[in-house]
């Protein structure tokens, strides 16, 4: 009789998902380097006080964030490239992820930029200060620390959207899982370890999103 988990198959096959692993979490971290850059751009073009800037940011983000990831994967992968730009399926699914995550991370910005009391910018006025060093010295330093738990948040939840990068022919963790199924058709142990992969790194990132904002809240005080 066939054991429900066969643990030498599914040492077996470790090897095989780790090289999955790897790609799940590059185009994870890239992804999410892209959104948090992208992101704080945008909540900036947004608050612009020129409406002929404002407006197309404040457009592009409620466009990225009413439509599906899915659909931006499919439009960077096969529309794309019939305006002459050709990208490798994994680097169209870290663009795909970075730039629908930045469009939420830009309203996160947003908010935490918002919350600054308005004092603090006056002050910087009467100081003679520029605008970029009130953004860089003042404003953005109060409103980043409130926000990384949000900002982690998106971390974690790009990580379980980067199943979805198969879709492109991305062989990615769950998609690598489910080829070992279909080739050996044991799909208990594939998938289990799949779900226990994406636990194990989700709570892990979840631990250092809380270290991260530890750290800078002991700045924030010492300053």
Not at 13 to 40: F, K, N, R
């Amino acid at each position: 009789m066939t054991p429900i988990f066969d643990w030498s198959f599914a040492f077996s096959i470790l090897p095989t998902l780790g090289e999955a692993l790897i790609i799940t979490i590059q185009a994870t971290v890239l992804g999410m380097a892209l959104a948090v850059t992208l992101g704080l751009a945008l909540a900036l073009l947004r608050r612009s006080k020129l409406f002929i800037v404002s407006a197309p940011a404040a457009v592009f983000i409620e466009f990225v964030r009413s439509t599906p990831l899915l659909v931006q994967i499919y439009f960077l992968f096969y529309v794309l490239p019939v305006t002459g730009v050709q990208m490798s399926p994994l680097v169209t699914g870290i663009v795909a992820l970075g730039i629908h995550y930045a469009a939420y991370c830009a309203e996160v910005y947003r908010a935490g930029i918002e919350a600054v009391p308005r004092g603090q910018i006056e002050a910087s006025t009467a100081l003679n200060l520029s605008p970029f060093r009130t953004a860089v010295g003042v404003v953005l330093p109060q409103a980043i620390p409130p926000v990384v738990p949000a900002l982690g948040n998106y971390l974690v939840a790009m990580f379980k959207d980067t199943p979805l990068l198969s879709a492109i022919t991305v062989v990615e963790l769950l998609q690598q899982s489910k080829m070992i199924g279909s080739a050996t058709f044991r799909y208990t142990e594939p998938l289990t370890l799949v779900g226990i992969m994406f636990l194990l790194l989700s709570l892990a990132a979840a631990w250092g999103v809380r270290r991260l904002e530890h750290r800078l809240a002991r700045y924030g005080g010492k300053r």
